[in-house]
Each structure stands twice: as structure tokens, then as C-alpha cells.
């Protein structure tokens, strides 16, 4: 089992920064991938960027390629989205996932990924 709870989200202008956070629980944290997922008003739940057990690899959506970094932390259980240069249309509630799967965790299966947090509201205004 593993318990996921995300902070670092609020409101930001056009072109600022936040950074997301995930806390784990759970001693296997280093046995999961990582990922971070965002759902818009009236939309469906998308892909943002994944990352491997040990850290060695990270995937990223198109949408966000070059502004936004995941990186984790397998020795305090955290695993971070640095979002620069936000846009209007990343307005969304972020979730943090975990699955012992990277095809899975990278949203490249039907098959959603086995842990989730609660979500955390990002809102970047015009």
C-alpha cells in the first residue's frame, strides 16, 4: 500500500512558477514508478510527465515538454513537478500516481495506475 499527498498548488499569473510536491508512504517507495497526472474542468484526466524507480529516466507530455521537470527523492519518499512558464491551459487539479508499472504510470495503457493523492488545485490566470 501506498499513500500519496500532494501540496504546492495555488494561483499564479501567465508565466510564473510553482512547485508540486508528493509525499509517500510506505517503505517500497523506490519500487514505484511516478507520475503526475492533471484533470481540467469538463475534460478527461491526462498525462503529464512519469519518472522511473531509481530516477534514471523521465517522460513528459508533449504539452509540457521544456517548461516542466519531475523529479523524486527515494530516500524522503517525495517526488516533485517544477512548472515553469505556466499557461492559462495548464489550469487543473494535478494528482500524484504511483504503480509498479512504467508503461501504466506513463498513461500509455487503459489501465489507470494503482495509487493516487487527493489532488491539488493549480489555477494560472491570463
Known amino acids: 500500500q501506498v499513500q500519496l499527498v500532494e501540496s504546492g498548488g495555488g494561483f499564479v499569473q501567465a508565466g510564473g512558477s510553482l512547485r508540486l510536491s508528493c509525499a509517500a508512504s510506505?517503505?517500497?517507495?523506490?519500487?514505484?514508478?511516478m507520475g503526475w497526472f492533471r484533470q481540467a474542468p469538463g475534460k478527461e484526466r491526462e498525462f503529464v510527465a512519469a519518472?522511473?524507480?531509481?530516477?534514471?529516466?523521465?517522460y513528459y507530455a508533449d504539452s509540457v515538454k521544456g517548461r516542466f521537470t519531475i523529479s523524486r527523492d527515494n530516500a524522503k519518499n517525495t517526488v516533485l513537478l517544477q512548472m515553469n512558464s505556466l499557461k492559462p491551459e495548464d489550469t487543473a487539479v494535478y494528482y500524484c500516481?504511483?504503480?509498479?508499472?512504467?508503461?501504466?504510470?506513463?498513461?500509455?495503457?487503459?489501465?489507470?495506475?494503482?495509487?493516487w493523492g487527493q489532488g491539488t488545485q493549480v489555477t494560472v490566470s491570463s
Open positions: 510506505g517503505r517500497t517507495f523506490s519500487s514505484y514508478a
Open positions: 500516481a504511483a504503480d509498479t508499472s512504467l508503461p501504466t504510470i506513463r498513461g500509455d495503457t487503459t489501465t489507470p495506475p494503482d495509487y
Open positions: 519518472i522511473t524507480w531509481r530516477g534514471l529516466r523521465t
